[in-house]
């Protein structure tokens, strides 16, 4: 081989060799490994889209293009490598259409000072040196900011100095030219911020264990995804850090614990280290129990059957963890594409009628077991915490949660999550206001008009002007009136039921009913004709205890040639009936814990 040839070709070894090295550098971060495991790096010249004055450009599809010409030190290009890397995991690559100077600039100020603080490689001589540019992007909040801040400059960005990728950028958003990567390096594939925040976990994790003495490698599989939620997902992460990680097969066979179950009162987090699953399954499933917990499932059933209560609340939180990519869905949950969109009173609705089907599914915990745990498990937990409102802690750590989580842009939560928790915040509405409400509704105030069929006395000051007299409607009765199927069989509480009669009828005086039609309801209907509201609460003779059919008495009413075609109808029972078919608007009064043997089409009030 001539002099020079061989001269040469030492020369384009050595390029290779420091480029090769300074890709070992900053892949051995800590904080850049994660990245740097699913980046695609380019280095031919056939399709390399960096220009010869340039080191290296990143593109979104998560292919980094280094300049196979350019000889640098192995410290200059580890920290070339870096910059490309942060500019994946901030997400600086992200689809914007045409390429914009002022963004790829604004880009490379903010990746250069995170750079400097990872202290990984130094600059290539002439690149990232004190720029006029720098003021701006110390005085802005964020990249979308600082760049809007030099389009005002109204002058050509300079941008060779800044960035890796030469005059012209480092920042690529078209992959038409570049080969397709492999699937398991597409960028598509990857989440890059994520990949990010892991190796800035670890950093901080080895930080944290080096001074307490401990070491990360002690830590179990399941405690490093708590640990996750508790660093890195704002949602859960308040109530993550407050649960106590249980950890023990034997207290798992004991319970009957398959994967995992929770105690919201205790704080306590079971979970079955002998069950295989990968980490996103182990992320899954401790969001799953997670906000359990905090949407308080287990206080949250009131009337309804517990197990089929979780069941449902099972179906609709695998449907948000699914529609928010937190972790992978593992193979046997309960999850219905079908059921997306429902609440869990709205899951219980349509799930409560096959009960037999039911008891065969299986929660976390095991087949025909909630995994919410109304008590915290007698061998493993001491009393629970006195004198702490879990109800506030549960709300208010979710609510700051969701706060956080919209302000750092963390992606999108389901409408439906959204409206739990901030229906937390607010407390229940009592029966009673809902009655008043459902009443308002039906009978708006009576609105007097004016009218000279009967004329008012005559004014001293006009006596020759006739003067109109306010007066009500013809028949109001006709508009203001409704129905009372009662429920008079032996299993009715006779102090609920007086109870129930008072409210209706100060709620009926209140909005001017003028009168009522009553009919007791038992083994037959008994119609007990027109009463004026304050009768329904004081002179009421109940008649018959027998059974309870309540349909005789709907019928009764509904075909009375007296009783508006438009009236109301409110039914006051104790839930242990028949199913009822009300062919016209109408209400249902029960006790509370009652529930209907049949999916009620009208509005149910629970008194107690």
Request: hydrophobic share 40%.
């Amino acid at each position: 081989m001539p002099k020079r040839a061989a001269r040469v070709s030492a020369v384009v070894d050595q390029k290779a060799q420091n480029r090769r090295e300074g890709l070992k550098i900053a892949g051995g971060h800590l904080a850049l490994a994660p990245l740097a495991s699913r980046v695609r790096w380019h280095d031919a010249r056939a399709g390399n889209l960096c220009p010869p004055s340039g080191w290296a450009v990143v593109t979104s599809t998560g292919t980094v293009h280094l300049n196979p010409d350019r000889y640098g030190t192995p410290s200059e290009w580890a920290w070339v490598v870096a910059h490309c890397l942060i500019h994946l995991g901030f997400g600086h690559t992200g689809w914007r259409g045409d390429w914009d100077p002022a963004w790829n600039l604004a880009c490379c100020l903010t990746t250069n000072r995170f750079v400097a603080h990872l202290r990984v490689g130094q600059p290539p001589s002439g690149t990232a040196v004190a720029t006029k540019y720098d003021q701006i992007a110390e005085t802005t909040r964020s990249e979308e900011s600082c760049a809007a801040r030099l389009r005002d400059l109204g002058t050509d960005l300079v941008l060779h100095t800044s960035g890796t990728g030469g005059p012209d950028g480092d920042l690529r958003w078209t992959s038409a030219v570049e080969p397709k990567a492999p699937p398991a390096a597409a960028g598509a594939q990857a989440d890059w911020a994520e990949l990010l925040a892991a190796g800035l976990a670890r950093v901080a994790g080895e930080a944290v264990d080096g001074v307490g003495g401990v070491t990360r490698a002690l830590k179990t599989k399941w405690q490093l995804a708590l640990d996750w939620f508790v660093a890195s997902y704002p949602l859960l992460g308040a109530i993550a850090d407050a649960f106590t990680l249980v950890e023990d097969a034997e207290v798992c066979r004991t319970h009957g614990i398959r994967v995992a179950a929770i105690s919201p009162v205790a704080a306590e987090l079971y979970v079955n280290p002998r069950y295989g699953l990968t980490s996103g399954e182990r992320r899954f499933v401790i969001a799953h129990e997670l906000l359990h917990a905090g949407l308080r499932h287990d206080t949250r059933a009131g009337w309804r059957d517990p197990w089929l209560w979780n069941v449902a609340c099972d179906y609709v939180i695998n449907g948000w963890l699914t529609d928010m990519a937190v972790g992978d869905l593992p193979d046997d949950v309960l999850y219905d594409q079908a059921l997306r969109g429902l609440s869990a009173e709205e899951v219980y609705d349509r799930i409560v009628i096959d009960r037999r089907r039911m008891r065969k599914l299986a929660t976390l915990r095991g087949v025909g077991l909630a995994d919410v745990l109304r008590q915290p498990l007698p061998s493993v937990s001491g009393d629970p915490v006195q004198g702490v409102d879990l109800d506030e802690f549960y709300r208010r750590s979710l609510s700051d949660g969701l706060a956080a989580y919209q302000a750092r842009g963390r992606g999108l939560i389901p409408a439906g999550l959204v409206e739990e928790i901030r229906a937390l915040a607010h407390p229940p509405v009592p029966w009673d206001v809902e009655l008043a409400r459902w009443f308002d509704d039906r009978f708006p105030p009576m609105e007097r008009a004016r009218s000279y069929a009967r004329a008012s006395r005559r004014q001293s000051a006009t006596p020759d002007i006739p003067r109109p007299g306010w007066h009500l409607p013809a028949d109001p009765a006709e508009q203001r009136t409704f129905g009372v199927v009662l429920d008079t069989s032996g299993s009715m509480d006779t102090r609920l039921l007086a109870k129930a009669l008072g409210a209706i009828a100060s709620y009926a005086v209140a909005r001017d009913v003028l009168s009522v039609r009553v009919v007791f309801c038992d083994a037959e209907a008994h119609d007990n004709g027109w009463m004026h509201p304050v009768d329904i609460a004081g002179r009421v003779q109940v008649r018959g205890r027998g059974g309870t059919v309540l349909q005789p008495g709907v019928t009764k009413l509904q075909e009375a040639p007296d009783f508006p075609r438009n009236g109301p109808i409110l039914l006051i029972t104790d839930a242990m009936c028949d199913r009822v078919r009300v062919q016209r608007d109408h209400a249902f009064l029960i006790p509370a814990g009652a529930v209907l043997p049949f999916p009620p089409r009208g509005p149910v009030f629970r008194f107690s």
